[in-house]
Nanobody
């Protein structure tokens, strides 16, 4: 089993930055694809970004391309989401997820989830 704990959320003004962290425990995530998803009030959980087990492949949803950076440190069993130029529409609860095989953008491919961290961007 993989346990995931997100941190780093908060309140920030539009144009600001936040860095989310997701620390894993239970087993090494070095062979897991990792994903970030987000859920705004009244909306479905949506894909934000995914990174392959070795960091070689990273994909972003179009709305965050050029602003968000997904990275991982397998030695620390942690992944990060650097969020820059934040917009009010980025406001959501952000979730970290892990998939042993080919995570991609499909949330159903991820069996392991964190509890989420709130990101609020004020205009």
């Amino acid at each position: 089993q993989v346990q995931l704990v997100e941190s780093g959320g908060g309140l920030v003004q539009a144009g600001g930055s936040l860095r989310l962290s997701c620390a894993a425990s239970g087993r090494s995530i070095g062979s897991y694809d990792m994903g970030w998803f987000r859920q705004a009030p009244g909306k479905e959980r949506e894909f934000v970004a995914t990174i392959s087990w070795n960091g070689g492949n990273i994909y972003y949803t179009d709305s965050v391309k050029g602003r968000f950076i997904f990275s991982r440190d397998n030695a620390k069993n942690t992944v990060y989401l650097q969020m820059n130029s934040l917009k009010p529409e980025d406001t959501a609860v952000y979730y970290c997820a892990a998939a042993r095989w080919s995570g991609g953008s499909n949330r159903n491919a991820y069996p392991y989830w964190g509890q989420g961290t709130q990101v609020t961007v004020s205009s």
